[in-house]
């Protein structure tokens, strides 16, 4: 598949943790760390970034730049020092730690000649129900059918000339393959991992913790 970087986004402030859970520890070392180790195992390059005020440290990645107001904002911020000869990009979020090896591997050889992109996805276990309104008029609209959703999850790679486009015009999405997607551009759904955790909350914090001892 050619050159591939990565693309690591650490420049967000944390709002329902608390404070920026990027630089928690986790098991003696900071969630964005594990973040952009894990991301080396199919990388060349990993491109951290993280707020403006941080950029002093490496975290253990090759280049660190400070990322934008938005999480799509951030990305393209990394994916402007991605050198031209790079091929395929692999974008993941520093707030999902425990994304493994295995994960970065499935999705950039997904991609292929038709397929321009390649996104984890696990299967909805929980019952989805769209509702309508707010406090105590709240109510169920309908009982959506889940076998056809899935949560998506990062690693998530590219080609690169591909999500430089759908990154083109100051596009907005809370993921990347949105972006892709809406270039009418083919993306797969490989099988994610239940314990590739998103860390949201403290209580993430403790899961992964728990999710790590021997
Ligand atoms: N992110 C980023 N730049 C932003 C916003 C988010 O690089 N302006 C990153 C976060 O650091 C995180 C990933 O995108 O690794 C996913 O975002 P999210 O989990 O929403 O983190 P935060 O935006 O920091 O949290 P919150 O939405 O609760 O404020
Ligand atoms: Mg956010």
Redesign the pocket.
């Known amino acids: 598949m050619g050159r591939v970087w990565a693309v690591v986004?650490?420049?967000?402030?944390?709002?329902?943790?608390g404070e920026?859970?990027?630089f928690a520890l986790l098991a003696g070392r900071r969630v964005v760390e594990w973040s952009v180790e894990a991301a080396r195992s199919v990388a060349e390059k990993v491109v951290v970034?993280v707020p403006a005020d941080a950029t002093t440290d490496s975290y253990g990645a090759d280049f660190v730049v400070a990322?934008?107001?938005?999480?799509s904002?951030?990305?393209r911020a990394g994916l402007a020092v991605l050198g031209p000869d790079v091929d395929v990009v692999v974008v993941h979020?520093?707030?999902?730690p425990l994304a493994t090896p295995a994960l970065f591997k499935a999705v950039v050889d997904a991609l292929d000649a038709d397929t321009a992109g390649a996104i984890c996805a696990v299967a909805v276990t929980e019952t989805i129900k769209a509702v309508e309104g707010v406090g105590p008029a709240r109510r169920v609209r309908a009982t959506v059918d889940r076998s056809a959703l899935v949560s998506v999850q990062t690693p998530q790679a590219f080609v690169a000339s591909v999500l430089r486009e759908a990154h083109g015009e100051g596009a907005e999405a809370t993921d990347d393959a949105a972006l892709v997607e809406s270039l009418g551009a083919t993306v797969r759904a490989v099988e994610g991992d239940p314990r590739n955790l998103?860390?949201?909350t403290p209580l993430d914090l403790a899961i992964a913790e728990q999710l790590l001892r021997p």
């Open positions: 986004v650490a420049g967000g402030s944390g709002e329902r943790y920026r859970k990027q970034v990322g934008g107001p938005t999480r904002a951030s990305v979020d520093a707030a999902r998103k860390l949201t």
